[in-house]
Structure formats: C-alpha cells, structure tokens
C-alpha cells in the first residue's frame, strides 16, 4: 500500500507545486509529470505502472483517486504475482 502523503511527496518530486493538500486536492497532470511520477513508482516502491494502467492513472483528479488507483494497481500486481 501507498500512502496520501508518500503520493503527494512524489507528486512534489514529479513538478507539483503542492503546498497545502489533503486528499480531495485536485490534481492536473502534464505528461512531463506524468512520467517522471511513474519513474519514481518504479524506482522507489517497485510499482510498475503498464500500458493498460497509464490511461486510467493519468486521469486521476484528486490525490486521493490517484492514491486508490495505485492501490488497485498493486494489488493487481499482487494477485498476479501469486496466481489469483
């Protein structure tokens, strides 16, 4: 699982500009973002973000989506991993 905060620490890393936020913050991201976001999932928890799941990511407009939709992504991932 990832948390809100350690997404809006990443998002900071990515170019956001997130001073004050919580989960319900809206969130527009470039594709510049975008991509360095889902290189530093990779790099630093190991999420690896596919073709298929970019789309759905992407759209994300809160902080909150984004988190739950990294959450259904890893548990994707999981239940894969161990054949479920």
């Known amino acids: ?3 809100d905060d350690e997404v809006a620490g ?3 890393e990515s170019g ?3 001073e004050e936020w919580d989960s319900d913050t ?4 470039d594709s510049l973002t975008f991509v360095w976001l889902v290189h ?8 690896v973000v596919g073709p298929d799941d970019e789309e759905e990511l992407a759209a994300s407009d809160t902080i909150g989506a ?7 992504l890893i548990r994707d991932t999981e239940g894969a991993r ?3």
């Open 40 to 47: 530093l999932l990779e790099e630093r928890h190991g999420i």
């Open 16 to 18: 956001q500009l997130l």
């Open 66 to 72: 984004l988190r739950g939709n990294l959450d259904r």
């Open 26 to 29: 809206e969130l527009s991201l």
């Open 1 to 3: 699982m990832i948390t």
């Open 10 to 12: 990443l998002l900071r």
């Open 82 to 84: 161990h054949g479920g």
